[in-house]
């Protein structure tokens, strides 16, 4: 087998020129446009393709304990989920509703479930790994202002290493199949 390069924005449809048993993504639906998310359920439904798709982002951020901006950075983060990621307007936080749209539209039956990340006191690096890129997705989208994103983060941090940091991602995972005949 050899490994080759796609644009997955441009030439989706190149991905199935070779025999496909199952469509699989991951933490990748929240960064395509609905057009794009359109075009592959067309294509995996005129194959008669299983879709499964894990991680998508579903807009739940749950920090404990709670920070007087975190509701901000929260929103900031939703508002830059949504930006174009190479795709067109990224779906963000709507995905996983939007792709189980997608696919029933198209005559697939859908499984979904959460696939949330918990996140401990215990998870002091990826904690602040998220959180960095959450401080990050805000700066990007300019609110708040930047020494109240940097105030947060600094707060945050001092409690990931002290060890009272916990935090939630909500994530989706969905299995869609084709029912009867189309």
Request: aromatic residues 6%; without cysteine.
């Amino acid at each position: 087998m050899t490994a080759v390069p796609i644009d997955l924005s441009r030439d989706l449809e190149v991905v199935f020129d070779n025999p496909t048993d199952l469509i699989t993504t991951s933490a990748l639906l929240d960064l395509v446009s609905q057009d794009w998310l359109n075009r592959l359920a067309v294509e995996a439904v005129a194959r008669r393709l299983p879709v499964y798709a894990a991680l998508s982002y579903d807009g739940r951020l749950e920090l404990t304990p709670a920070e007087p901006l975190d509701r901000l950075i929260v929103d900031a983060v939703n508002r830059h989920q949504r930006t174009d990621k190479g795709f067109g307007p990224a779906l963000g936080p709507s995905a996983a509703k939007t792709a189980i749209a997608a696919f029933e539209r198209v005559g697939y039956a859908v499984t979904h479930g959460s696939a949330d990340w918990d996140l401990g006191p215990a998870d002091h690096a990826i904690q602040t790994e998220v959180q960095s890129g959450w401080a990050a997705a805000a700066r990007g989208i300019g609110d708040p202002p930047h020494p109240e994103i940097v105030d947060w983060l600094k707060r945050r941090r001092e409690l990931i290493a002290a060890g009272r940091s916990s935090l939630r991602v909500g994530h989706v995972d969905l299995l869609a199949r084709l029912t009867g005949t189309r």
